[in-house]
Every structure is written in C-alpha cells, then in structure tokens.
C-alpha cells in the first residue's frame, strides 16, 4: 500500500509569462504561453513520488480530455490513481497563471469537479488513508472533506500534514488532528492575524500556530529559508540562492519532498532540509509538475549547497 497519501486538488495550468504582473484593470502582452499539469494535490503527489515516496492520490477531476490527461500525467510519475473519481457532470479544474520575469505569479482558479469532493469520497478511500505513513491535505478542495481525512487519518494513528493554501480560517476539528502545518509567509499571517517582517515574527507565529493544538509548524520563507517549530525548539534553516524563474510549484515541492521523507522515517529537521533544496530546485524551472526535481537532483543540490 502507498506510503503516503495525497488527498487534494487536480488542475490544469495555462500559463503566460509577462514582464510584469498586470495592475487592476490592465493588459501585460506576454511572450509565451503553455498548459501544464498542476493543482496543488496533484503537484504535491508528483512531488512526492519524484523524491522517492510511495504514493496514492484521492481527488475528483471531469470527464473531459483535461481529465484524462491529469490522470495519466500522475499514473506516469507512479501515483496510484484508483481513488481519482471522474464525475461526468463537471469540468475538470482549471487555474490561470501569469508569472513574471523575477518568477513571481498571480494565480486564479475555476475548481471544477474539485469542488465535488465530498467527505463520503473520502471514506471510500478510508483503507488506502488506514494503510499509509503520512496523509498531505491542502485547501483547494472543499473544508469538509479536508477535516474528514484528517479525523481517518488522526484515527489510524496516520501523521496529518496540512498545507494551508489558499488560507482560509480552520476549525478546531482540523486543528486538532494535523501533526504539522506548513504555511507560506502570506498563509501564516492570514492564519495568525499577525504580518511576518522578520525572523523575529516568523518565530512568534510559529508559536501562536502550535497554540492551536498542531504538533509541529514549519514557516516557509521563500528565500530566505525555512523556520522549523516544535514545542521544543525553533529552528531556522537558510534559504538557498539559485536564480528563481518560476515559483509556481514552490511550496508544493516542499510539501511533497518532505512528506516523503517524513514517510522513510527521516526527523522533521532532516525532512525540512530535504525539501527546501527541492524547493530551491523547483523555483529554477518554469510550471508546476514539469519544475519538480527527481530524488537524485535534490539530493545532488542538497550536498552542493551544504
């Protein structure tokens, strides 16, 4: 049985890069245009399974070409895709990227047939969730269903890790049930109420989280690193430089890469480093799943950046 599963998101990305991400109101000509796999499940499935993780993904896409492919695309990295449901009466989801020429984004996204996965889909996946050494859940699907795979997997004594994106507020039955939760700068301030400037907020964040019942908390930074918070200590890991050209699939890197490790059995200090030099990796490569690193490229990073 898979080692980790993925419960989340199935995407289409269409992609245009501009020189700059367009204002209110206006139109950026952009240079290029491309439709990748993405979604952040489906990212964070890829991502785990290129680092060397076992994998199964639960999610609903359309019956529709843009479907079909998302399925194939994830069956060809090694997800087991058993549990992806195809409704007939809903697209698949689609998300529209702009990035900019510094690698930043703005995104905006039609769920589609995400948004039919339901708590009572989840439950048929209760044997595969049972079986597995971590569950990723994140919030592009809807909140019921993300709480009921946490309440299976929390059941079964299975590690809960909750990406928090798109931020939204959690309820305590969510909270109670993560093992760790791994907000970006902008997640956690929308999740604490309080803005991240420096190290210093960082820190203090990370202790209003673990206020909130989860075991671990870990801040992603961007370039400036990864701060890692347990009840006992809190830990900052350096950013590494790399020449970002798209940050798109960042964060979901980091998600997939260390759920895998943490699924090996690596310590949270070793599995943060692990996966922010997939994330530093990541950022080199334009789109989502087509920037993810194999095991062997992150590793190979890891060793070169110290």
Do not use: Y
């Not at 673990?210 to 200590?233: F, N």
Request: hydrophobic fraction near 50%.
């Amino acid at each position: 049985m898979a080692s980790i599963v993925v419960v989340g998101s199935i995407n289409t990305d269409m992609v245009v890069r501009v020189p700059r991400l367009p204002r209110a109101g206006e139109t950026v000509l952009g240079s290029d245009f491309r439709q990748l796999a993405g979604g952040k499940g489906a990212n964070q499935a890829v991502a785990a399974a290129r680092a060397g993780g076992m994998v199964a993904m639960v999610g609903c896409v359309g019956d529709d070409q843009r479907g079909r492919d998302a399925v194939e695309g994830l069956r060809g990295d090694g997800v087991e895709v058993s549990q992806i449901h195809r409704l007939s009466t809903v697209a698949s989801g689609v998300a529209l990227i702009v990035v900019d020429a510094g690698g930043q984004n703005s995104i905006a996204v039609a769920p589609g047939a995400n948004a039919r996965l339901t708590p009572a889909i989840v439950r048929q996946a209760e044997p595969l969730i049972a079986a597995a050494e971590v569950v990723l859940v994140q919030l592009e699907v809807p909140l019921d269903a993300v709480v009921e795979t946490a309440r299976i997997a929390a059941g079964h004594g299975v590690r809960v890790i909750l990406d928090p994106a798109p931020a939204q507020p959690l309820p305590d039955a969510l909270w109670r049930h993560l093992a760790l939760i791994t907000p970006n700068v902008t997640e956690a301030a929308a999740l604490t109420g309080r803005e991240i400037r420096d190290q210093a907020d960082a820190r203090a964040v990370a202790g209003i989280l673990l206020e909130c019942g989860v075991e671990s908390a870990i801040v992603t930074l961007g370039a400036d690193g990864v701060l890692v918070a347990t009840r006992q200590t809190k830990t900052m890991i350096a950013g590494l430089a790399v020449e970002a050209v798209d940050t798109t699939a960042a964060g979901d890197t980091f998600a997939g890469a260390l759920a895998a490790r943490l699924a090996e059995g690596a310590d949270l200090l070793d599995a943060s480093r692990f996966a922010n030099a997939a994330a530093a990796m990541a950022v080199t490569r334009m789109g989502a799943q087509s920037s993810v690193p194999t095991r062997d490229e992150i590793t190979r990073l890891h060793h070169e950046m110290g």
